[in-house]
């Protein structure tokens, strides 16, 4: 069982994103990173997200992706409420929007089997 602060390191595979308290943490081949959970856009739960082929953070719902090192949107969302599909202007506004309004970023680092939060 994992505390707020912590997770194992066995239930964090290459590539998963896990939700521990009020962060998304996750494994980017190896290097562990944590993010505040709402999506910039309209507050998915990032937790549930995934790791892409270039270690971004995918939201779940619409697909922004986010450097997980920043917290910065680095490309923003394809749809919006219920839609799902190009929405061009708008995917750029919501991403310069997203490169001011960060995630917060928390270290995690391995401590034995554990993947911690600082
Ligand atoms: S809620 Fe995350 S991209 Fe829309």
């Not at 066995?10 to 996750?26: E, Q």
């Amino acid at each position: 069982m994992s505390r707020p602060d912590r997770i194992r390191a066995a239930d964090l595979p290459p590539g998963a994103v896990r939700r521990v308290g009020d962060w998304a943490v996750g494994n980017r081949d190896g290097r562990y990173f944590a993010v505040s959970r709402r999506c910039r856009h309209q507050l998915a739960d990032l937790s549930e997200g995934s790791v892409d082929a270039d270690g971004c953070l995918v939201c779940p719902w619409h697909q922004s992706r986010y450097d997980v090192r920043t917290g910065e949107m680095v490309e923003g969302p394809h749809g919006f409420l219920g839609y799902h599909g190009p929405t061009p202007g708008y995917t750029q506004l919501i991403a310069l929007l997203g490169r001011i309004a960060r995630l917060r970023v928390r270290r995690a680092v391995r401590r034995g089997d554990d993947v911690v939060l600082e």
